[in-house]
T-cell receptor, first 107, second 114 residues
Framework: GQSLEQPSEVTAVEGAIVQINCTYQ??????LSWYQQHDGGAPTFLSY????GLEETGRFSSFLSRSDSYGYLLLQELQMKDSASYFC????????FGAGTRLFVKA | ETGVTQTPRHLVMGMTNKKSLKCEQH?????MYWYKQSAKKPLELMFV???????ENNSVPSRFSPECPNSSHLFLHLHTLQPEDSALYLC?????????????FGPGTRLLVL
């Protein structure tokens, strides 16, 4: 079955740039989404990539390479409030979520 | 506020109880979803409804029974649950089931089964 791989934890300092990678299985793949979830909160949608390339939305960007079955979420000018879990989700016939990457932003 | 509300926000129930979770979306969406989120595990998709019809049931035990009376409301009826069913239950909605749809999540119901 389909599964996604993403790092379990990343730590960075305020103002830095961090990249969270996600690899997925190719068969039946439509696109890749990213969600943010703060502790105790619900997931919120960040971005979706169906085509190769970079999508930029403010400080957050998302990239997809279909040939490499790989995508990433890029967070720039990190702020303390960016500390959260970030999930990639691949759309097949249904949507499969990764286990999440916990981002810790330090002062 | 995402336009998706869930009640109750917290629920404690015994294994012999029957309870229901409610989800309502105010976004005019056609598709609604139930997810289970357990600690240290990926989100698990349980059920999908599109235009009130169930389109997906991901091998969910029969002690979980969904109901979708209309496109705006989704229920999850619970009976004879097990302690391992304790988790955050999230409802979501999307405009449709097409590829690339954005899912909008409710705040979740945190369930504890004793």
């Amino acid at each position: 079955g389909q599964s996604l791989e993403q790092p379990s934890e990343v730590t960075a300092v305020e103002g830095a740039i961090v990249q969270i990678n996600c690899t997925y299985q190719t068969s039946g793949f439509y696109g890749l989404s990213w969600y943010q979830q703060h502790d105790g909160g619900a997931p919120t949608f960040l971005s979706y990539n169906a085509l190769d390339g970079l999508e930029e939305t403010g400080r957050f960007s998302s990239f997809l390479s279909r040939s490499d079955s790989y995508g990433y979420l890029l967070l720039q000018e990190l702020q303390m409030k960016d500390s959260a879990s970030y999930f990639c989700a691949a759309k097949y016939f249904k949507t499969i979520f990764g286990a999440g990457t916990r981002l810790f932003v330090k002062a | 506020e995402t336009g998706v509300t869930q009640t109750p926000r917290h629920l404690v129930m015994g294994m012999t109880n029957k309870k229901s979770l409610k989800c309502e979306q105010h976004l005019g969406h056609n598709a609604m979803y139930w997810y289970k989120q357990s600690a240290k595990k990926p989100l698990e998709l349980m059920f999908v409804y599109n235009f009130k019809e169930q389109t997906e049931n991901n091998s969910v035990p029969s002690r979980f029974s969904p109901e979708c009376p209309n496109s705006s409301h989704l229920f999850l009826h619970l009976h004879t649950l097990q302690p391992e069913d304790s988790a955050l239950y999230l409802c979501a909605s999307s405009q449709d089931l097409g590829g690339g749809e954005t899912q909008y999540f409710g705040p979740g119901t945190r369930l504890l089964v004793l």
